[in-house]
């Protein structure tokens, strides 16, 4: 049927994707992750001419064969320093409650996903903190005010970094490296945006695999840290924010202390961010 011809063959697509990637990087193929995703790509691409896939747009599935290559950027003048102070002053409680919110989701997200790459590359210190943070919160910052003067959504530190780790990315260089590909993928974007999210998907599937194997260090022996460490996995997934898990995190750790008695072992600033987390729950 018309569901199966486009999302039943971009499930199997994936499958496809991931099994392949797996396949490359046992084998130690440089590179096993974008190859992974030009060959489910150009699979999709031969399903599509051969009528075993068939473009559905209304459930977000479209043409996988580029009818361009090459276009210019969209102007951002309709975007540009479009801040509309008015509303402010006359919504200042919203206005409150919403950077409250994206304060809570971008600092957290930042700091669950750097943490996490960190983990990845192994350069986080003995005491399983990252040196010169710093730095990685403010390039943050500086991104996420950007993004907000030139009207788009918010550049913050994403996920899919690690995938660049995975590869044997490590300083600064790797991330001038992306940011120039960007910049030529801005002209290109009729041939990036015909790349459908089922062939991308299987990188981030192999990712998450990756980074699951920093579980062995959470100390499965001890209930009261093991089991907030499992709120806070599962819940990421759950709620489909690295935020919201850490929140959910932060609760049950503080709430398990309490309850058996090692209330004293928690600090003043874990109190209050736990206070804040349920505070944001129930104003937002």
């Known amino acids: ?138 390039a943050d910052a500086v991104g996420t005010t950007v993004g907000a003067i030139l009207g788009t959504s918010t550049i913050t530190t994403f996920v899919e970094s690690s995938s660049g780790i995975t590869e044997g990315g490590r300083t600064g260089l790797t991330s001038v490296t992306t940011g120039i590909l960007f910049l030529v993928a801005l002209f290109l974007s009729p041939l990036f945006l015909t790349i459908p999210s089922f062939a991308t998907a299987p990188a981030l599937i192999v990712v998450g695999f990756l980074m699951m194997q920093q579980v062995v260090n959470i100390e499965w022996h001890d209930i009261t840290k093991a089991f907030p460490c499992f709120v806070c996995i599962t819940m990421m997934g759950f709620a489909y924010s690295i935020s919201e898990g850490i929140a959910f995190g932060f609760i049950s750790y503080t709430f398990i202390h309490v309850i058996t008695g090692k209330a004293k072992e928690i600090s003043l600033l874990m109190y209050i961010l736990t206070g804040l987390f349920i505070l944001k729950f129930f104003i937002i």
């Open 1 to 138: 049927n018309g569901t199966f011809s486009s999302q039943g063959v971009g499930v199997i697509l994936c499958m496809i994707g991931v099994i392949s990637i797996v396949i490359m990087l046992i084998k130690g193929v440089k590179g096993y992750m974008l190859w992974g995703i030009l060959l489910t790509w150009v699979l999709g691409i031969i399903c599509q001419l051969v009528g075993i896939y068939v473009p559905n747009p209304e459930l977000g599935y479209y043409s996988l064969i580029p009818t361009a290559f090459f276009s210019m950027p969209n102007s951002v003048a309709p975007t540009f320093f479009q801040f509309d102070f008015a509303f402010v002053a006359s919504h200042l409680a919203n206005f409150v409650v919403v950077v409250f919110a994206f304060l809570f989701v971008d600092v957290f997200d930042t700091l669950g996903t750097v943490i996490g790459c960190a983990s990845k590359a192994n350069m986080l210190d003995k005491d399983g903190k990252l040196p010169r943070i710093k730095g990685v919160l403010l």
